[in-house]
């Protein structure tokens, strides 16, 4: 059973910080890539940002330069470390694990940041 469970999000005053991770387990982690997503009220879910197994790369160009992404393939865990956060990253944070070969793809629950001071 594949399992993805985000953690750290919580309530941040504009111009603040919050790490969040997302903990893998019934996958061959090393294998998948992993992605943050977020979903703000009446809008459609945005891709934040990815990191291949490899370990590269990509960011919306809305956190670009704020929000770096990590991964922990001894400890099968992503990270989302985000700062300088505004009132527009107010959303639900959902950490995505994708293995392209036989398009599997997994979602976690979601983690509910608020950006407000």
């Known amino acids: 059973q594949v399992q993805l469970v985000e953690s750290g999000g919580g309530l941040v005053q504009p111009g603040g910080s919050l790490r969040l991770s997302c903990a893998a387990s019934?996958?061959?982690?090393?294998?998948?890539?992993m992605g943050w997503y977020r979903q703000a009220p009446g809008k459609q879910r945005e891709l934040v940002a990815t990191?291949?197994?490899?370990?590269?790369?990509n960011f919306a160009d809305s956190v670009k330069g704020r929000f770096t992404i990590s991964r922990d393939n001894a400890k099968n865990t992503v990270s989302l470390q985000m700062n300088s956060l505004k009132a527009e990253d107010t959303a639900v944070y959902y950490c995505n694990a994708n293995y392209i070969p036989t398009t599997s793809d997994y979602w976690g629950q979601g983690t509910q940041v608020t950006v407000s001071s």
């Open positions: 990191i291949t197994r490899g370990g590269n790369t």
């Open positions: 019934g996958i061959i982690f090393r294998l998948y890539a």
